[in-house]
Protein backbone atom coordinates (compact mmCIF):
# COMPACT_ATOMS: atom_id res chain seq x y z
CA UNK A 1 0.00 0.00 0.00
CA UNK A 2 1.25 3.40 -0.60
CA UNK A 3 2.32 5.62 2.03
CA UNK A 4 1.52 8.86 2.66
CA UNK A 5 3.36 10.84 0.32
CA UNK A 6 2.61 13.35 -2.43
CA UNK A 7 2.97 13.59 -5.99
CA UNK A 8 6.86 13.21 -5.90
CA UNK A 9 6.06 9.45 -6.22
CA UNK A 10 3.72 10.45 -9.40
CA UNK A 11 4.46 12.21 -12.05
CA UNK A 12 7.59 14.47 -10.93
CA UNK A 13 6.06 17.60 -9.61
CA UNK A 14 8.10 17.93 -6.88
CA UNK A 15 6.64 18.56 -3.37
CA UNK A 16 5.67 21.69 -1.94
CA UNK A 17 8.50 21.82 0.84
CA UNK A 18 10.54 22.59 -2.12
CA UNK A 19 8.78 25.67 -3.56
CA UNK A 20 6.84 28.50 -2.55
CA UNK A 21 3.49 27.49 -3.13
CA UNK A 22 0.48 24.50 -2.51
CA UNK A 23 -1.60 24.16 -5.83
CA UNK A 24 -5.05 23.33 -6.00
CA UNK A 25 -7.55 23.04 -8.62
CA UNK A 26 -11.37 22.63 -7.89
CA UNK A 27 -14.31 21.58 -10.11
CA UNK A 28 -17.78 21.66 -9.21
CA UNK A 29 -20.60 19.64 -9.84
CA UNK A 30 -23.55 20.35 -12.32
CA UNK A 31 -23.83 17.69 -14.76
CA UNK A 32 -23.52 18.84 -18.45
CA UNK A 33 -22.45 21.86 -17.24
CA UNK A 34 -19.33 20.52 -16.99
CA UNK A 35 -18.50 21.84 -20.29
CA UNK A 36 -18.32 25.32 -18.82
CA UNK A 37 -15.38 24.33 -16.49
CA UNK A 38 -13.63 22.00 -19.32
CA UNK A 39 -13.45 25.19 -21.73
CA UNK A 40 -11.46 27.11 -18.66
CA UNK A 41 -9.22 24.09 -17.98
CA UNK A 42 -8.25 23.68 -21.95
CA UNK A 43 -7.13 27.24 -21.96
CA UNK A 44 -5.42 27.21 -18.97
CA UNK A 45 -3.52 23.97 -20.19
CA UNK A 46 -2.73 25.39 -23.23
CA UNK A 47 -0.90 28.15 -21.90
CA UNK A 48 0.97 25.80 -19.80
CA UNK A 49 2.12 24.47 -22.84
CA UNK A 50 2.93 27.59 -24.61
CA UNK A 51 5.31 28.33 -21.24
CA UNK A 52 7.13 25.09 -20.84
CA UNK A 53 5.86 22.56 -23.95
CA UNK A 54 3.63 20.59 -25.63
CA UNK A 55 3.66 17.39 -23.35
CA UNK A 56 2.55 19.74 -20.37
CA UNK A 57 -0.59 18.89 -18.38
CA UNK A 58 -2.55 19.95 -15.49
CA UNK A 59 -1.59 16.88 -13.40
CA UNK A 60 1.95 17.90 -14.02
CA UNK A 61 1.42 21.58 -11.64
CA UNK A 62 -1.70 21.09 -9.26
CA UNK A 63 -0.87 19.21 -5.45
CA UNK A 64 -4.35 18.35 -5.58
CA UNK A 65 -7.19 18.19 -8.58
CA UNK A 66 -10.26 17.84 -6.43
CA UNK A 67 -13.58 17.83 -8.27
CA UNK A 68 -17.26 16.93 -7.29
CA UNK A 69 -20.15 14.88 -9.79
CA UNK A 70 -19.04 15.84 -13.23
CA UNK A 71 -16.35 17.50 -11.49
CA UNK A 72 -15.24 14.25 -10.21
CA UNK A 73 -15.28 13.11 -13.42
CA UNK A 74 -13.32 15.66 -15.17
CA UNK A 75 -10.84 14.90 -12.42
CA UNK A 76 -10.14 11.32 -13.21
CA UNK A 77 -10.06 12.15 -16.48
CA UNK A 78 -6.68 14.46 -15.98
CA UNK A 79 -5.42 12.25 -13.80
CA UNK A 80 -6.01 8.85 -14.21
CA UNK A 81 -2.79 7.59 -16.31
CA UNK A 82 -2.43 5.59 -19.48
CA UNK A 83 0.09 3.14 -19.75
CA UNK A 84 2.95 5.59 -20.62
CA UNK A 85 1.84 6.83 -17.31
CA UNK A 86 0.48 9.91 -18.90
CA UNK A 87 -2.56 11.48 -18.30
CA UNK A 88 -5.82 9.62 -20.38
CA UNK A 89 -7.11 13.27 -21.26
CA UNK A 90 -5.41 15.81 -22.34
CA UNK A 91 -7.68 18.82 -21.42
CA UNK A 92 -8.89 19.77 -24.61
CA UNK A 93 -10.60 16.37 -24.57
CA UNK A 94 -12.60 17.33 -21.90
CA UNK A 95 -15.27 19.26 -24.18
CA UNK A 96 -15.52 16.85 -27.49
CA UNK A 97 -15.72 13.82 -25.07
CA UNK A 98 -18.75 15.58 -23.00
CA UNK A 99 -20.57 16.40 -26.71
CA UNK A 100 -20.10 13.00 -27.81
CA UNK A 101 -21.67 11.28 -24.47
CA UNK A 102 -23.61 13.09 -22.51
CA UNK A 103 -26.81 12.58 -24.95
CA UNK A 104 -26.16 8.77 -23.91
CA UNK A 105 -25.71 9.26 -20.63
CA UNK A 106 -28.95 11.61 -20.66
CA UNK A 107 -31.09 10.23 -23.53
CA UNK A 108 -33.84 13.10 -24.19
CA UNK A 109 -36.99 12.41 -24.37
CA UNK A 110 -38.81 14.13 -27.44
CA UNK A 111 -42.68 14.38 -28.32
CA UNK A 112 -45.28 16.24 -26.90
CA UNK A 113 -46.09 14.88 -23.95
CA UNK A 114 -41.97 14.76 -22.95
CA UNK A 115 -42.46 16.97 -19.83
CA UNK A 116 -45.07 14.93 -18.74
CA UNK A 117 -43.30 11.27 -19.36
CA UNK A 118 -40.14 13.43 -17.27
CA UNK A 119 -42.30 14.66 -14.17
CA UNK A 120 -44.05 10.45 -14.21
CA UNK A 121 -40.62 8.86 -14.08
CA UNK A 122 -39.20 11.83 -11.66
CA UNK A 123 -42.21 10.53 -9.02
CA UNK A 124 -41.24 6.82 -9.15
CA UNK A 125 -37.71 6.84 -9.75
CA UNK A 126 -34.48 7.90 -11.18
CA UNK A 127 -34.65 9.78 -14.16
CA UNK A 128 -31.95 7.75 -16.24
CA UNK A 129 -30.82 4.29 -15.49
CA UNK A 130 -27.55 5.21 -15.19
CA UNK A 131 -25.83 1.75 -17.81
CA UNK A 132 -24.03 3.33 -20.30
CA UNK A 133 -22.54 5.67 -17.41
CA UNK A 134 -21.41 2.85 -15.84
CA UNK A 135 -20.27 1.30 -19.17
CA UNK A 136 -18.57 4.02 -20.30
CA UNK A 137 -16.07 4.88 -16.70
CA UNK A 138 -15.48 1.12 -16.59
CA UNK A 139 -14.39 0.89 -19.96
CA UNK A 140 -11.96 3.79 -19.93
CA UNK A 141 -11.01 3.46 -16.23
CA UNK A 142 -10.24 -0.43 -15.90
CA UNK A 143 -9.53 -1.60 -12.64
CA UNK A 144 -7.13 1.89 -11.87
CA UNK A 145 -7.67 2.45 -8.52
CA UNK A 146 -7.14 5.76 -6.04
CA UNK A 147 -3.71 5.48 -5.76
CA UNK A 148 -2.06 5.49 -9.30
CA UNK A 149 -3.92 8.89 -10.22
CA UNK A 150 -1.16 11.20 -11.49
CA UNK A 151 -0.92 13.71 -8.51
CA UNK A 152 -3.09 13.50 -5.49
CA UNK A 153 -7.41 13.89 -5.95
CA UNK A 154 -9.67 14.69 -3.68
CA UNK A 155 -13.30 13.74 -4.41
CA UNK A 156 -16.21 14.12 -2.14
CA UNK A 157 -19.58 11.63 -1.94
CA UNK A 158 -22.36 11.19 0.27
CA UNK A 159 -22.87 7.84 1.85
CA UNK A 160 -26.62 7.42 2.45
CA UNK A 161 -26.57 4.46 4.30
CA UNK A 162 -24.47 6.08 7.20
CA UNK A 163 -25.54 9.64 6.67
CA UNK A 164 -22.02 10.77 6.15
CA UNK A 165 -19.76 12.22 3.38
CA UNK A 166 -17.65 10.44 2.00
CA UNK A 167 -14.27 11.78 1.12
CA UNK A 168 -12.05 9.10 -1.33
CA UNK A 169 -8.57 11.28 -0.77
CA UNK A 170 -5.31 10.29 -2.15
CA UNK A 171 -4.30 11.67 1.13
CA UNK A 172 -6.01 8.65 3.07
CA UNK A 173 -5.61 5.48 1.19
CA UNK A 174 -2.57 5.00 4.05
CA UNK A 175 -4.51 4.87 6.54
CA UNK A 176 -7.41 3.79 5.23
CA UNK A 177 -7.19 1.08 2.70
CA UNK A 178 -10.94 1.10 1.86
CA UNK A 179 -10.69 4.45 0.23
CA UNK A 180 -8.62 3.23 -2.11
CA UNK A 181 -11.01 2.29 -4.59
CA UNK A 182 -11.63 1.82 -8.13
CA UNK A 183 -11.59 5.67 -9.84
CA UNK A 184 -14.94 3.89 -11.42
CA UNK A 185 -17.02 3.45 -8.70
CA UNK A 186 -15.82 6.28 -7.03
CA UNK A 187 -17.13 8.07 -10.14
CA UNK A 188 -20.25 6.43 -10.49
CA UNK A 189 -21.38 7.51 -6.48
CA UNK A 190 -20.33 10.76 -6.98
CA UNK A 191 -22.07 11.40 -9.84
CA UNK A 192 -25.39 9.62 -8.58
CA UNK A 193 -26.96 12.93 -8.20
CA UNK A 194 -31.00 12.00 -6.61
CA UNK A 195 -33.72 12.26 -9.06
CA UNK A 196 -31.19 12.08 -11.84
CA UNK A 197 -28.88 8.59 -11.52
CA UNK A 198 -29.62 5.63 -9.04
CA UNK A 199 -27.72 5.81 -5.73
CA UNK A 200 -24.57 3.35 -6.34
CA UNK A 201 -23.54 0.35 -4.29
CA UNK A 202 -20.06 -1.27 -4.29
CA UNK A 203 -17.81 -2.94 -1.62
CA UNK A 204 -13.90 -2.54 -2.00
CA UNK A 205 -12.43 -5.13 0.75
CA UNK A 206 -14.57 -5.12 4.26
CA UNK A 207 -15.97 -1.78 3.51
CA UNK A 208 -19.26 -1.16 1.95
CA UNK A 209 -20.06 2.10 0.09
CA UNK A 210 -23.88 3.47 -0.76
CA UNK A 211 -23.45 6.91 -2.35
CA UNK A 212 -24.91 9.44 -3.43
CA UNK A 213 -23.96 12.40 -5.07
CA UNK A 214 -21.06 14.65 -3.43
CA UNK A 215 -22.84 17.83 -4.23
CA UNK A 216 -24.99 16.83 -1.27
CA UNK A 217 -21.52 17.05 1.16
CA UNK A 218 -19.68 19.85 -1.14
CA UNK A 219 -20.80 20.46 -4.72
CA UNK A 220 -17.30 22.97 -4.48
CA UNK A 221 -14.63 20.95 -3.36
CA UNK A 222 -12.14 23.68 -2.84
CA UNK A 223 -12.44 23.60 1.12
CA UNK A 224 -12.43 20.20 1.34
CA UNK A 225 -9.15 20.20 -0.71
CA UNK A 226 -7.35 22.87 1.42
CA UNK A 227 -8.95 20.92 4.30
CA UNK A 228 -7.09 17.80 3.28
CA UNK A 229 -3.84 19.48 2.76
CA UNK A 230 -4.14 20.96 6.27
CA UNK A 231 -4.11 18.03 7.45
CA UNK A 232 -1.05 16.81 6.22
CA UNK A 233 0.46 19.81 7.42
CA UNK A 234 -0.61 19.20 10.92
CA UNK A 235 0.90 15.44 10.59
CA UNK A 236 4.02 16.84 9.88
CA UNK A 237 3.80 15.20 6.55
CA UNK A 238 7.59 15.63 5.15
CA UNK A 239 6.64 16.72 1.98
CA UNK A 240 4.63 19.99 3.87
CA UNK A 241 7.42 20.72 5.99
CA UNK A 242 8.27 24.27 7.10
CA UNK A 243 4.37 24.86 6.14
CA UNK A 244 2.49 26.83 8.57
CA UNK A 245 -1.32 24.82 8.97
CA UNK A 246 -3.35 28.16 7.79
CA UNK A 247 -0.59 30.28 5.75
CA UNK A 248 -3.03 30.60 2.93
CA UNK A 249 -0.56 33.10 1.39
CA UNK A 250 1.40 29.44 0.24
CA UNK A 251 -1.99 28.31 -1.57
CA UNK A 252 -2.58 29.14 -5.20
CA UNK A 253 -6.50 27.76 -5.60
CA UNK A 254 -8.18 27.80 -8.60
CA UNK A 255 -11.68 26.62 -8.20
CA UNK A 256 -14.24 26.25 -11.30
CA UNK A 257 -17.75 26.53 -11.25
CA UNK A 258 -20.37 25.17 -13.57
CA UNK A 259 -22.57 27.95 -13.94
CA UNK A 260 -25.59 29.05 -11.99
CA UNK A 261 -28.94 31.42 -12.75
CA UNK A 262 -28.57 33.04 -9.77
CA UNK A 263 -29.31 36.97 -11.57
CA UNK A 264 -32.33 35.17 -12.90
CA UNK A 265 -34.13 34.84 -9.65
CA UNK A 266 -36.64 31.89 -11.31
CA UNK A 267 -38.53 30.95 -8.09
CA UNK A 268 -39.74 32.88 -5.11
CA UNK A 269 -42.00 32.14 -2.04
CA UNK A 270 -45.27 32.41 -3.13
CA UNK A 271 -44.40 29.76 -6.13
CA UNK A 272 -42.43 27.79 -3.88
CA UNK A 273 -45.43 28.12 -1.37
CA UNK A 274 -47.78 25.97 -4.04
CA UNK A 275 -45.21 22.81 -5.13
CA UNK A 276 -45.86 19.43 -3.36
CA UNK A 277 -43.12 17.10 -3.83
CA UNK A 278 -43.34 16.93 -7.83
CA UNK A 279 -42.98 21.21 -7.82
CA UNK A 280 -39.69 20.42 -5.69
CA UNK A 281 -38.56 17.73 -8.09
CA UNK A 282 -39.71 18.41 -11.41
CA UNK A 283 -39.72 22.73 -12.14
CA UNK A 284 -39.19 24.45 -15.04
CA UNK A 285 -36.76 21.85 -16.43
CA UNK A 286 -34.64 21.50 -13.26
CA UNK A 287 -34.67 20.53 -9.71
CA UNK A 288 -35.84 22.73 -7.36
CA UNK A 289 -34.79 21.27 -4.36
CA UNK A 290 -31.50 19.57 -5.44
CA UNK A 291 -30.68 22.88 -7.02
CA UNK A 292 -30.89 24.33 -3.93
CA UNK A 293 -29.18 21.97 -1.70
CA UNK A 294 -25.75 22.23 -4.14
CA UNK A 295 -25.95 26.19 -4.73
CA UNK A 296 -25.90 26.50 -0.82
CA UNK A 297 -23.47 24.19 -0.15
CA UNK A 298 -21.05 26.11 -3.32
CA UNK A 299 -21.89 29.03 -2.15
CA UNK A 300 -20.99 29.17 1.54
CA UNK A 301 -17.63 27.77 0.33
CA UNK A 302 -16.70 31.05 -1.56
CA UNK A 303 -18.20 33.16 1.00
CA UNK A 304 -15.46 31.05 3.22
CA UNK A 305 -12.30 31.35 1.10
CA UNK A 306 -12.86 34.85 0.11
CA UNK A 307 -12.47 35.54 3.89
CA UNK A 308 -10.20 33.50 4.67
CA UNK A 309 -7.69 34.99 1.04
CA UNK A 310 -9.03 38.50 2.13
CA UNK A 311 -8.16 38.34 5.95
CA UNK A 312 -4.47 36.54 4.76
CA UNK A 313 -4.07 39.36 2.19
CA UNK A 314 -3.65 36.72 0.02
CA UNK A 315 -6.26 37.08 -2.61
CA UNK A 316 -4.42 37.23 -6.09
CA UNK A 317 -3.90 33.46 -4.95
CA UNK A 318 -7.52 32.40 -5.63
CA UNK A 319 -9.43 32.85 -8.53
CA UNK A 320 -13.18 31.80 -8.45
CA UNK A 321 -14.62 31.39 -12.24
CA UNK A 322 -18.69 31.51 -11.97
CA UNK A 323 -21.01 32.47 -14.32
CA UNK A 324 -24.39 33.67 -12.16
CA UNK A 325 -26.14 34.67 -15.20
CA UNK A 326 -27.48 31.05 -17.40
CA UNK A 327 -31.02 31.30 -18.33
CA UNK A 328 -33.27 28.82 -19.45
CA UNK A 329 -31.97 25.40 -20.76
CA UNK A 330 -28.54 26.45 -20.42
CA UNK A 331 -29.23 26.08 -16.33
CA UNK A 332 -30.34 22.19 -16.57
CA UNK A 333 -27.88 19.91 -15.50
CA UNK A 334 -29.17 16.82 -17.54
CA UNK A 335 -30.61 18.40 -20.92
CA UNK A 336 -28.26 17.30 -23.56
CA UNK A 337 -29.67 18.18 -26.55
CA UNK A 338 -27.28 19.23 -29.81
CA UNK A 339 -28.00 22.57 -29.48
CA UNK A 340 -27.57 23.19 -25.55
CA UNK A 341 -24.56 21.45 -25.23
CA UNK A 342 -23.07 23.58 -27.90
CA UNK A 343 -24.52 26.75 -26.04
CA UNK A 344 -22.34 25.70 -23.27
CA UNK A 345 -19.47 25.81 -25.13
CA UNK A 346 -20.22 29.03 -25.95
CA UNK A 347 -21.04 29.83 -22.55
CA UNK A 348 -17.42 28.96 -21.37
CA UNK A 349 -15.78 30.60 -24.43
CA UNK A 350 -17.30 34.01 -23.38
CA UNK A 351 -16.54 33.89 -19.30
CA UNK A 352 -12.92 33.32 -20.14
CA UNK A 353 -13.42 36.89 -21.30
CA UNK A 354 -16.15 38.39 -18.74
CA UNK A 355 -14.22 40.26 -15.23
CA UNK A 356 -12.54 38.35 -12.48
CA UNK A 357 -15.01 38.61 -10.16
CA UNK A 358 -15.32 38.13 -6.11
CA UNK A 359 -17.51 38.28 -3.21
CA UNK A 360 -18.13 41.12 -1.28
CA UNK A 361 -18.04 39.50 2.16
CA UNK A 362 -20.17 42.51 3.55
CA UNK A 363 -22.84 42.06 1.15
CA UNK A 364 -22.54 38.61 -0.27
CA UNK A 365 -23.19 39.77 -3.73
CA UNK A 366 -20.51 38.96 -6.51
CA UNK A 367 -18.84 41.44 -8.56
CA UNK A 368 -15.94 42.36 -10.52
CA UNK A 369 -12.33 43.14 -9.24
CA UNK A 370 -11.34 46.89 -9.91
CA UNK A 371 -8.44 46.14 -11.56
CA UNK A 372 -8.68 42.61 -12.03
CA UNK A 373 -8.51 42.35 -15.74
CA UNK A 374 -10.06 39.39 -17.31
CA UNK A 375 -10.63 35.06 -16.23
CA UNK A 376 -8.32 34.91 -19.24
CA UNK A 377 -5.80 37.30 -18.08
CA UNK A 378 -5.67 35.97 -14.29
CA UNK A 379 -5.43 32.86 -16.17
CA UNK A 380 -1.90 33.96 -17.77
CA UNK A 381 -0.77 35.01 -14.72
CA UNK A 382 -1.45 31.70 -12.97
CA UNK A 383 -0.64 29.47 -15.60
CA UNK A 384 3.09 31.65 -15.30
CA UNK A 385 2.91 31.48 -11.47
CA UNK A 386 2.33 27.64 -11.72
CA UNK A 387 5.50 27.16 -14.34
CA UNK A 388 7.64 28.99 -12.39
CA UNK A 389 6.38 27.41 -9.22
CA UNK A 390 7.16 24.18 -11.18
CA UNK A 391 10.66 25.10 -11.83
CA UNK A 392 11.50 26.60 -8.44
CA UNK A 393 11.01 22.91 -6.86
CA UNK A 394 12.94 20.99 -9.68
CA UNK A 395 15.81 23.32 -9.00
CA UNK A 396 15.51 22.41 -5.05
CA UNK A 397 15.20 19.14 -5.12
CA UNK A 398 18.30 16.76 -6.12
CA UNK A 399 18.97 13.07 -5.46
CA UNK A 400 15.65 12.72 -3.60
CA UNK A 401 16.18 15.64 -1.16
CA UNK A 402 15.27 18.91 -0.69
CA UNK A 403 18.49 21.44 -1.15
Not at 107 to 127: D, H, V
Not at 355 to 375: L, Y
Request: glycine share 8%; proline share 6%.
Amino acid sequence: MASNILTTARVGLRPPSAGNLITILSIDGGGVRGIIPGVILSYLESQLQELDSEDARLADYFDVIAGTSTGGLLTTMLTAPDQNNKPLYAAKDIVPFFLENCPKIFPQIGGPFAEIIKQSKALIGPQYDGEYLKDLVTGILGTTRLNQTLTNVVIPTFDIKTMQPVIFSSFQVASEPSKDAQLSDICMGTSAAPTYLPAYYFQNGDEEFNLIDGGIAANNPSLVATGEVTRQVIKENPDFAQIPPLDYARYLVISLGTGTQKQQFPYDAKMAAKWGVLGWLVNNNSTPLIESFLQASADLVVFHNNIVFEALSSVDNYLRIQDDTLTGDLSSVDLATTENLNNLVDVGERLLDKPVTRVDTNTGIVEPVVGGGTNREALQRMAQQLSDERKLRELNYKGGEVL
